[in-house]
């Protein structure tokens, strides 16, 4: 998660086309489920199968099995605003 902290501050994944923005924003808002261990957040994709491009580039690196769920945009952010920043969390 380091490394991936080090990548995000850096801005590395900004470039990618077509989805470096939404990734990088994305993963820069992640939140961890305590109850679970795992980071959540919501991103926009139209790949299909769901995140193919950003799994092969960057995701599959750094997590393990991801699971993704179809929401309207902002229900995802919604659904875990209470939760603790990851970046926070895993700094502290």
């Not at 998660?1 to 470096?20: D, I, Q, V, Y």
């Given at each position: 998660?380091?490394?991936?902290?080090?990548?995000?501050?850096?801005?590395?994944?900004?470039?990618?086309?077509?989805?470096?923005r939404a990734l990088t924003k994305a993963l820069e808002g992640a939140k961890l489920?305590?109850?679970?261990?795992?980071?959540?957040?919501?991103?926009?994709?139209?790949?299909?199968?769901?995140?193919?491009?950003?799994?092969?580039?960057?995701?599959?690196?750094?997590?393990?099995?991801?699971?993704?769920?179809?929401?309207?945009?902002?229900?995802?952010?919604?659904?875990?605003?209470?939760?603790?920043?990851?970046?926070?969390?895993?700094?502290?």
């Open positions: 998660m380091a490394e991936l902290a080090r990548r995000l501050s850096a801005g590395e994944f900004l470039p990618m086309r077509p989805f470096g489920d305590p109850a679970t261990g795992e980071a959540v957040w919501e991103e926009e994709d139209y790949c299909s199968p769901p995140l193919a491009m950003e799994r092969e580039a960057v995701l599959d690196r750094y997590f393990d099995g991801l699971k993704v769920e179809p929401v309207r945009r902002g229900e995802g952010w919604a659904r875990v605003a209470h939760l603790p920043g990851l970046w926070e969390v895993r700094r502290g």
